[in-house]
């Protein structure tokens, strides 16, 4: 079967950096995605991987490692709009390409 | 954004009565999904659609049922709806492959049922 797993929640300090881990077991592989999404609001896409490594954009890096069936997304210079959900999600491929998602780990930052 | 429209956006039903969501795109995208997003679970798929007439069930698809007679519409219907399929549904759309797997959401529907 296909599993994510993530922290349910996290707080930081605005201005610190947090990094939010995600694991997963899926057959099928074929990338994996972090999203972030705002309450009442739909998921907005933020990074891609598919080899491991690390892959930075901008206040916003991921890191994956296909091996361990790992993954981290990591904020920097944390504002107060980055509080949000971020969800771990994983591409399979199995007859059909399909996205998987992680329940999600929800953001607090304080001033 | 992406192209992506739902409707309707709110929506509160009785129970046993059918209720059809509708999702609208203009990306041409092959790919359309239906999720449905409750507390504790995360985003589960119901159904996706990969090309004009071919669906294929996700993990929550008991209840639901979905059509795709033109590219840019993927509808999903509840034949008889029940409290627990109170949520809210998203509709989201992606090219397939690889990045081009990456998904992209409509704003969501608000389905309560009473």
């Known amino acids: 079967g296909q599993n994510i797993d993530q922290p349910t929640e996290m707080t930081a300090t605005e201005g610190a950096i947090v990094q939010i881990n995600c694991t997963y077991q899926?057959?099928?592989?074929?990338?994996l995605f972090w999203y972030q999404q705002h309450a009442g609001e739909a998921p907005t896409f933020l990074s891609y991987?598919?080899?491991?490594g690390l892959e930075e954009k901008g206040r916003f890096s991921s890191f994956l490692s296909r091996s361990k069936g790992y993954s981290y997304l990591l904020l920097k210079e944390l504002q107060m709009k980055d509080s949000a959900s971020y969800l771990c999600?994983?591409?399979?491929?199995?007859?059909?390409?399909?996205?998987?998602f992680g329940a999600g780990t929800r953001l607090f930052v304080k001033a | 954004d992406a192209g992506i429209t739902q409707s309707p956006r709110h929506k509160v039903t009785e129970t046993g009565t059918p209720v059809t969501l509708r999702c609208h795109q203009t990306?041409?995208?092959?790919?359309m999904y239906w999720y449905r997003q409750d507390p504790g679970h995360g985003l589960r798929l119901i159904h996706y659609?990969?090309?004009?007439?071919?669906?294929d069930k996700g993990e929550v698809s008991d209840g639901y049922s979905v059509s795709r007679s033109k590219t840019e519409d993927f509808l999903l219907t509840l034949e008889s709806a029940t409290s627990s399929q109170t949520s809210v549904y998203f509709c989201a759309i992606s090219e397939g492959r690889g990045s081009g797997n990456t998904i992209y959401f409509g704003e969501g529907s608000w389905l309560t049922v009473v």
């Open positions: 659609s990969y090309g004009v007439k071919d669906t």
């Open positions: 991987n598919v080899l491991d």
């Open positions: 990306e041409n995208h092959r790919y």
């Open positions: 899926t057959s099928g592989f074929n990338g």
């Open positions: 999600a994983v591409g399979v491929n199995t007859g059909g390409f399909k996205t998987i």
